[in-house]
């Protein structure tokens, strides 16, 4: 069965960097894009990029451009997102999802990693 | 951007009840419009994409229709389970973006 699993909470100072690791399985690792989605407490879903696991092409939201990278290993078919100079409205549930259709389709999602930045 | 609006952001309902969240968009999105439930502490579900393709697994009480900017969300017939966040979002121009959310209640 398709599984997507995240690294576990990280607890962070403001400037500093958080990377979320993301390990797919039970389908083939890069036939599907992964999105990066965040959910602010209490609030809603937003979009934070997507990375082709085939050929490692990204592309990321406007806001977070500058501080946002998402990589992939294909030896272990796992996609790492990596948010830098972190400010409290970076605290939230960072989820990996999986693309079904290549049309955005988020079918699959991972379990959430709780990031907190916290002086 | 294309900004997505739902309405009502809240609604109050009986097991039983028909119900129906309302999705727009800023622009034209075709009917590349996907809906997802959440429960608190859980995660996303995917409940149906391309605005009216029913997810595999999921109940024949959730429909979808709607094209270009509007669309509906329905529920046949409220189940106890069903009681929930529903989030729409439009996958037809990066930066996918998603609806506010409706937040459903028993009454």
């Known amino acids: 069965q398709v599984q997507l699993v995240q690294s576990g909470a990280e607890v962070k100072k403001p400037g500093a960097s958080v990377k979320v690791s993301c390990k797919a399985s039970?389908?083939?690792?890069?036939?599907?894009?992964i999105h990066w989605v965040r959910q602010a407490p209490g609030q809603g879903l937003e979009w934070m990029g997507v990375?082709?696991?085939?050929?490692?092409?990204?592309s990321y939201a406007q806001k977070l451009q500058v501080r946002l990278t998402m990589t992939r290993d294909t030896s272990t078919s796992t996609v790492f997102m990596e948010l830098n100079s972190l400010r409290s409205e970076d605290t939230a549930v960072y989820y990996c999802?999986?693309?079904?259709?290549?049309?955005?389709?988020?079918?699959?999602w991972g379990q959430g990693t709780l990031v907190t930045v916290s002086s | 951007d294309i900004q997505m609006t739902q309405s009502p952001s809240s609604l109050s309902a009986s097991v039983g009840d028909r119900v129906t969240i309302t999705c727009r968009a800023s622009?034209?999105?075709?009917?590349?419009l996907n809906w997802y439930q959440q429960k608190p502490g859980k995660v996303p579900k995917l409940l149906i994409y391309?605005?009216?393709t029913l997810q595999s697994g999921v109940p024949s009480r959730f429909s979808g229709s709607g094209s270009g900017t509007d669309f509906t969300l329905t529920i046949s017939s409220l189940q106890p389970e069903d009681f929930a966040t529903y989030y729409c979002?439009?996958?037809?121009?990066?930066?996918?973006?998603f609806g506010q959310g409706t937040r459903l209640e028993i009454k």
């Open positions: 999802t999986r693309d079904g259709r290549a049309m955005g389709v988020f079918d699959y």
């Open positions: 039970g389908y083939t690792f890069t036939d599907h894009y």
């Open positions: 990375i082709s696991p085939s050929g490692g092409g990204t």
């Open positions: 622009q034209t999105i075709s009917s590349y």
């Open positions: 391309a605005a009216s």
């Open positions: 979002q439009q996958s037809h121009i990066t930066p996918s973006t």
